[in-house]
């Protein structure tokens, strides 16, 4: 195990009616900017919750942060935190609501072209505070640093983080997620997966207590996500999920760790470029990425396959074979398809991908660095 530093100052206030703790955590006298989506909150009654628990504040909304194309959506918000004096932020909604909100926070105090905080990786040396109620389980953004923004104009998708963007607090009441469709849990089922996998599936490194945490979410995840979507309005079931996706993304299982990540990398393209949901590109890219790197990932991957899919006969090749096989059935099964042609995304997009990546310099992907341009191709010719 690596050396590591473990820090993660964010207050979690999880369970039915968390909302009405809003009350406490927004800070007296501040001037508040409420950000969600495309409207969900309002028809579901989060919204009504919400704005009843911040009588006495000053308030002041931004809507429409769209999935997958918000950068030019989130300047808007920033002029409104400059023009309002803002100074503190409440995002409400999934993912795309969070992590926007964390690239207000940040865009809002900083000196220059905020997309240089995305494209250039240009330090945030300060950033508006902001707090969080989740209404759909699956980035891990509501106890993370780190946020994914899109921008719609140059079919672009870039990752950043900062210690300065972890939310002071997270409310998380599973029964605000029963409404969402079921297309979302599934996504959410994936991506909370595919975390755990990007983090545990890679070499061994003397680390048994993370690979059990890893191993402890998978096997939830595999327990409790279909019932979840059998059962949309189980509390506990819901619950479950919902404390999976969490904990999954919140930095403790991959402590002192080596970590993957070309999957969501990749993923990240095909978002930008073909307009895939981001659990949809997971499901596609994380069965090749097993498939092209089972020498290079074979140790975990027999641990795996015994601890988490229970395969204990046959020859190693083919437990091996046999766990990329239900990884790839898991995803589907809770409704998430894995091949490119299931969107309808033509093969030219293996070769656009790479080159993509390749242009941007990120060329040493994977645990090893030893991904680029060649294996890319390779990895994503097994999921046409
Ligand atoms: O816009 P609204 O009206 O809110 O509707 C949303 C949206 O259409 C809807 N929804 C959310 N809560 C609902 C609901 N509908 C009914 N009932 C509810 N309770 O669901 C749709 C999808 O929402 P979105 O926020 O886009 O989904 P998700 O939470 O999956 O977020 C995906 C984004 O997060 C990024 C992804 O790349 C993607 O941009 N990620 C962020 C990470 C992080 N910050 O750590 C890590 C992840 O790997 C991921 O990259
Ligand atoms: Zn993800």
């Not at 207050?11 to 969600?36: D, H, M, N, S």
Request: hydrophobic residues 45%.
């Amino acid at each position: 195990m690596e050396n590591f530093e473990f820090f993660n100052p964010v207050k979690i206030l999880f369970g039915k009616g968390q909302i009405a703790k809003l009350r406490g955590a927004v800070p007296a006298g501040a001037r508040l900017l409420v950000t969600y989506g495309s409207g969900s909150i309002k028809r579901n009654g989060v919204y009504d919750q919400v704005m009843a628990n911040l009588q006495g504040h000053t308030v002041s909304e931004f809507s429409g942060i769209e999935p997958n194309r918000a950068y030019e959506t989130l300047m808007k918000a920033v002029e409104v935190v400059k023009r309002e004096r803002i100074d503190f932020l409440l995002a409400v909604g999934g993912g795309s609501v969070l992590d926007g909100t964390k690239f207000i926070a940040a865009a809002a105090r900083f000196e220059g072209e905020p997309w240089d905080i995305l494209a250039k990786h240009a330090p945030v040396s300060a950033a508006v505070p902001l707090g969080a109620v989740l209404t759909l389980p699956a980035t891990g953004s509501e106890m993370n640093f780190f946020a994914v923004i899109s921008r719609a104009g140059t079919h672009e998708k870039f990752p950043f983080s900062s210690p300065l963007i972890f939310p002071k607090f997270s409310i998380i009441d599973p029964q605000v997620t029963f409404t969402l469709p079921a297309r979302q849990v599934g996504n959410g089922i994936v991506d909370a997966f595919a975390h755990v996998l990007e983090q545990y599936l890679t070499y061994p490194a003397n680390a048994p207590l993370q690979d059990r945490f890893a191993e402890s979410i998978l096997l939830t995840l595999i327990e409790e996500g279909p019932k979840t979507l059998a059962h949309p309005a189980d509390y506990n079931s819901r619950a479950n999920l919902c404390w999976c996706a969490t904990m999954a993304l919140n930095g403790l299982i991959g402590l002192g760790v080596p970590q993957d990540w070309t999957t969501h990398m990749i993923g990240h393209e095909l978002t930008a470029l073909r307009g895939l949901d981001h659990a949809q590109t997971l499901a596609v890219v994380f069965p090749a990425v097993l498939a092209e790197r089972k020498q290079a990932k074979r140790a975990k991957l027999l641990q795996y396959a015994e601890r988490v899919w229970g395969i204990h006969t046959g020859a190693e090749d083919e437990k091996i074979d046999q766990a990329i096989e239900n990884t790839r059935a898991f995803f589907e099964s809770v409704g998430v398809k894995t091949r490119l042609k299931d969107y309808g995304v033509a093969p030219e997009v293996v070769q656009l991908v790479s080159k993509r990546l390749a242009a941007r310099g990120w060329t040493t992907l994977g645990e090893r660095q030893d991904i680029g341009p060649k294996e890319v191709e390779a990895i994503l010719s097994h999921s046409l």
